[in-house]
């Protein structure tokens, strides 16, 4: 596996947000401690040449979720004109509101030939109403005093996930590297969603997914 490009940012204040990172009377002034990071990466195999994987998390930002989202390219030839589908994704939603859906175009009701964005969805506190959910720290914990490992990194996992990550954090804090800043509350630094763009990824915005329970 190849980190073909790490990006890191800050959160800073928005006058019209919540406070900022730098707002904190215990961050110095100069701190280049990054809230924001994004990361591209390549297997190098048969089966996964040109995917890239992203993989990205951060503070202060717009939503606070947990999820593995796999888009789909287009198919050549549709009938419609440039723009008008989207791109379809599956999606599974570790928290909060666990579920797994399929976001995909579907032709709305009627005699036109009109599209939207929809879903098929399967979310647990729908379809298992009756039954609570236990957080992620009780299901561990409770593992920890059964002597259960399931839900646990392997050793050897860790390992390989410093050696693929050490050298970078090493280079970005030896050349004290400036995080850009992004706003609170906000998607994140744009230059973020530049960078998976050039890669390959597209995002437009125009569809958002609401639990079943919060409808």
Known sequence: MNVVSIFFSKLFTDPEASTGYKDDKDVPDDSITPTYALAVLHIQ???????????????????????????FKEVNGDIYPPGVLKRSELVMRVQPNEAVYLKLMTKKPGMGFDVEESELDLTYNARYKNIRLPDAYER??????????????????????????????????EQRVQPIKYKFGSRGPKEADEMMQARGYVFTGTYKWVAPNKL
């Open 45 to 71: 195999n048969e089966r996964w040449e040109g995917v890239p994987f992203f993989m990205r998390c951060g503070k202060g930002l717009n939503e606070t979720k947990t999820e593995v989202r796999i888009q």
């Open 140 to 173: 561990l914990i409770l593992e920890v005093f059964m002597g259960s490992q399931i839900d646990f990194v392997r050793t050897d996992e860790l390992e390989y996930a410093w050696r693929v990550f050490t050298p970078a954090l090493k280079e970005i804090e």
